[in-house]
């Protein structure tokens, strides 16, 4: 992996996509995607997996140095949301890793370099010129400790798994994400199909976001209320023929 290189896009106001793409994932590559949110306090969302954090660091050194980084958020534990936070730990002394309460209980307090900081459904942290919202979707896209973000400043869901998509693909796509997205989840049934799906995606549009930080794949910056309630349809049709 050491020979793969990370590209950098603003996607929104001081909100960068540092986008890895890695031939051979799912026959044809995939692209892994960290956000560093660049603020007084500045916070990356996905810390990537290990052996992608020296291309990926070295990415995000060009927009900042990495030792003032403060905060390290991610949805869920999975290699790819957070197999390189040791790494990025270390590499910022001063930066704490900020999970949902589930996720501090059950990995975070025995497993993290320094203790982390615990976030209740809902609660902003303030990161000077930027305001991110902790939001638990248990199982959603999945794991019970998942959470998304929502920086409210320049109003960008940070997605996770939600609305992947295979292949080599932009920094930004348009409307046919929903399509694609959708396909992958048929070939690759990653999302956990639980009551409160649907619901959940839900309460995503009624941020009404108007950039998606999607964390394989293109981002989207557009009517992405449509395109929530485009997934939280097909979550609930597929409910339904399930029961």
């Known amino acids: ?3 793969i290189e990370t590209e950098v896009t603003e996607i929104a106001d001081r909100i960068y996509r540092l986008a890895t793409f890695v031939p051979g994932v799912a026959s044809v590559g ?31 050194a060009r927009i900042m140095d990495i030792k003032k980084l403060r905060w390290i958020m991610f949805s869920h534990v999975e290699s790819d949301e957070c197999g390189a936070l040791d790494e990025w730990m270390a590499a910022a002394p001063n930066a704490v890793a900020a999970h949902g309460r589930v996720g501090c209980n059950i990995w975070l307090n025995d497993m993290a370099p320094r203790p982390p900081r615990a976030l209740a459904d809902n609660e902003v942290v303030d990161l000077g010129g930027r305001r991110v919202r902790r939001l638990d979707t248990a199982h959603l896209p999945h794991c ?3 959470g998304l973000i929502f920086e409210e400043t320049t109003a960008t869901l940070f997605t996770s798994d939600l609305f992947t998509q295979v292949g080599e693909r932009p920094a930004m796509g348009g409307g046919e994400i ?17 009551p409160s799906a649907a619901p959940n995606v839900r309460r995503l549009a009624a941020l009404k976001p ?24 097909d979550y609930a049709a597929r409910m339904q023929g399930a029961a």
């Open 144 to 146: 019970w400790d998942a």
């Open 30 to 60: 995939l692209g892994f995607n960290q956000f560093l949110i660049d603020a007084d306090e500045p916070a990356l969302f996905h810390c990537g997996p290990r052996g992608l954090f020296g291309t990926v660091s070295a990415a995000a």
């Open 178 to 194: 929903v399509a694609d997205a959708l396909k992958v989840e048929r070939m690759l049934p990653f999302t956990s199909l639980t």
């Open 1 to 3: 992996m050491a020979s």
């Open 210 to 233: 108007k950039t998606l930080a999607i964390m394989h794949g293109s981002s989207f910056a557009g009517d992405c209320p449509a395109l929530l309630e485009a997934l939280a349809a």
